[in-house]
């Protein structure tokens, strides 16, 4: 079987990409190296340099491949520049987006999208389910919720097969200490190091956090999935900020006392993503415990040094 994977020099997507290759997927990334490394990419995938927006590139290699399945991960994921340069984060996240779709239509590949948690803004109740109103805090919610309403039309009108995993925090080997879930890379590279993290508000905010080959099960379970579907991917289990820094030097086996600041305007105090959907219909169920993912992220980090 034939799948791409766009975004597949990044975190999640270099992840995902070794596992393909490990099942025996015949894989092809495609990426334009903006945040990803190619350092992580799978030697056995074949590499594609090139941005999604590039439509003539986009089709020919999709002539060339002519994918069974798209796994669709690149994307501009920085909150702060979706605010400071919406119009970059839009024609990546949604321009780049529907030229990928286009394509998924013509090829007639199964499409699977990587959506966000930030879709549904401030959680009106928790554990938030797919059903939760969508109302975005940011642009970069916007721009992620938006082509999942060009993925269900497609479906609608030209009958393309999708799925859409909105993620809750995702942590783990290789991510950037920035981006959404960069918080943990953060500390524990700041704790590895001796320095002081930094902490906005008291410590008590609570978020659930998802280790990345949880998340790779899950876009292998979306492959196999019969229907049409758009699913939470979270353990459904919350951790303070503290309970976090805790762990993290448990685990070091240091004692750093994070810095506490101001409170930044548009945090959220609380969330978690509900995964019953995901856990019925997709077959899939986080095996990762915090420990054992902190674990692993942690040795990666200090490997890397
Ligand atoms: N990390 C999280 O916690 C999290 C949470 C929810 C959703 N997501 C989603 O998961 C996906 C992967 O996120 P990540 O954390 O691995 O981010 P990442 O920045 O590590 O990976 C994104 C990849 O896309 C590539 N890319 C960016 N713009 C491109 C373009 N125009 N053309 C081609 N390639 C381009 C980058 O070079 C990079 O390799 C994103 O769609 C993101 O919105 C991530």
Known sequence: MKVIVTGGC????SNLVDRLIKEGFETYVIDNLSTGKIEFL???AKFYQSDILDVQKMKSIFEDVKPN???HLAAQIDVQTSIHNPDLDAQINILGSINLIELCKTYKSKLIYSSSAAVYGTPLYLPVCEQHLIQPLSNYGISKVTPELYIRCYARL????FTILRYSNVYGPRQMPKGEGGV???FINKIINDETPAIFGDGQQTRDFI???????ANLSALKAEK???YNISTNKRISINELIKKINCILNKNIVPAYKQERIGDIDHSCLDNQLAKMELNWQPKYSII???TKTCQFNENIQ
């Open 292 to 294: 054992e993912g902190i």
């Open 228 to 230: 049409n579907g758009t």
């Open 211 to 217: 280790y990345v080959e949880d998340v790779v099960s």
């Open 184 to 186: 943990i890379s953060i």
């Open 158 to 161: 030209y009958n393309v097969k």
């Open 69 to 71: 399945a798209v796994f």
């Open 10 to 13: 990044g975190f999640i997507g």
């Open 42 to 44: 799978n030697p056995i």
